[in-house]
């Protein structure tokens, strides 16, 4: 039982400098095994449950001792050999209980601090993604400023055309009323003439009726 007891504390000590000293790939083979002893928690617990029953078992078998050669004055050299065994044993136990649950707290720290690193560098990766679409959206927002201005200038241009497009055709619209006006007031001055020349033809024809009249 002591000799498997050494065993078992000696397997953990290693495991755990294993888990604290990074040795080539031993450190993520052992983690890798942990991952697959922790996914048969019950046998792990059963095992746990049944050191702590033993070491609590030994206690009592020792404070038995210790009564028993407190009645008698003295312990017999079978009594010693049986306190230090169950000494030895109960202390073996707890501190084999205790290396395991270190090795159970640092592979779970350890496998944390590898997500959060493993995370870290896909959030790394992403934060570079977003800079560079950020340069690109500054990029494409210089080139739509471009854009706007050239557009307003454009318009700009445009707009003065127009302006001087209207201009004209106000021009034009008043010449058009201005020949209007003056082809109106020929034709009233035609018309006055036509009036005038008939009233003189009219005047003519009396004239030549008075002149034929004096003849005969």
Same mark, same amino acid.
């Given at each position: 039982?002591? =000799?498997?007891?050494?065993? &078992?504390?000696?397997? +953990? ?7 604290? &000293? ?13 991952? #697959? &002893? ?7 617990? *059963?095992?746990?449950? *049944? ?14 001792? =210790?009564?028993?050669? @407190? ?14 065994? /169950?000494?030895? +044993? @109960? ?15 640092? /592979? /779970? ?14 959030? !790394? =990766? +992403?934060?570079? !993604?977003?800079? %560079?679409?950020?340069? +690109? ?8 400023? %471009? ?11 445009? *707009? ?9 055709? !106000?021009?034009?619209? !008043?010449?058009?009323?201005?020949? $209007?006006? /003056? &082809?109106?007031?020929? #034709?009233?001055?035609? @018309?006055?003439?036509?009036? $005038? ?17 004096? %003849?005969?």
């Amino acid at each position: 039982m002591t =000799q498997l007891l050494f065993l &078992v504390v000696f397997a +953990e000590a290693f495991v755990a400098f294993l888990l604290m &000293v990074k040795i080539g790939p031993l450190r993520d083979l052992v983690m890798n095994c942990l991952d #697959q &002893v922790k996914m048969r928690k019950g046998t792990v617990l *059963t095992i746990a449950g *049944t050191m702590s029953v033993i070491l609590f078992s030994n206690w009592i078998s020792i404070v038995k001792i =210790q009564n028993k050669g @407190a009645k008698i004055g003295t312990m017999t050299p079978m009594d010693q050999v049986l306190w230090r065994t /169950h000494l030895l +044993e @109960a202390s073996l136990m707890g501190f084999s209980l205790y290396l395991g649950f270190l090795i159970d707290r640092m /592979h /779970h720290h350890l496998r944390k601090l590898m997500n959060l690193r493993r995370n870290g560098g896909s959030s !790394k =990766q +992403e934060i570079e !993604k977003l800079t %560079k679409e950020k340069l +690109e959206l500054q990029e494409n927002e210089q080139k739509s400023k %471009k854009e706007i201005e050239r557009l307003k200038n454009e318009i700009s241009k445009l *707009t003065e055309n127009l302006q001087k497009f209207k201009l004209e055709s !106000k021009e034009k619209d !008043k010449q058009v009323e201005t020949a $209007e006006a /003056h &082809v109106t007031s020929l #034709q009233k001055q035609s @018309a006055d003439l036509l009036l $005038e020349y008939d009233r003189l033809l009219e005047d003519n024809q009396i004239l030549q009726a008075k002149v034929l009249s004096f %003849k005969g």
